[in-house]
């Protein structure tokens, strides 16, 4: 079974930061994308970033020039550092990897962007 387990959200002020976390454990021997998604409220979940297990990252383009995404392949986990937050990042931060052709994701993370 693989379970992955996100930490990091909370309140912070436009213009902070935040980063995030999020831990995959079970049986696995190599997870090929790492991944992060979000669903603000009434809106539908959409790309924040991946990385592939050879680093190639891929950004929505909302997020572009503020977030980084990385990951530690040898504690799969993977990370999710957000700078000049908005109000508008508020949103679930959903952890996605893909192992074995199928998608794993997590419960999600609140990220509150208000003053």
């Known amino acids: 079974q693989v379970q992955l387990v996100e930490s990091g959200g909370g309140l912070v002020q436009p213009g902070g930061s935040l980063r995030l976390s999020c831990a995959a454990s079970?049986?696995?021997?190599?997870?090929?994308?790492m991944g992060w998604f979000r669903q603000a409220p009434g809106k539908e979940r959409e790309l924040v970033a991946t990385?592939?297990?050879?680093?190639?990252?891929n950004y929505g383009d909302s997020v572009k020039g503020r977030f980084t995404i990385s990951r530690d392949n040898a504690k799969n986990t993977v990370y999710l550092q957000m700078n000049s937050l908005k109000p508008e990042d508020t949103a679930v931060y959903y952890c996605n990897i893909v192992l074995y052709g199928m998608n794993f994701w997590g419960k999600g993370t609140l990220v509150t962007v208000s003053s």
């Open positions: 079970g049986s696995m021997f190599s997870i090929n994308v």
């Open positions: 990385i592939t297990s050879g680093r190639s990252t």
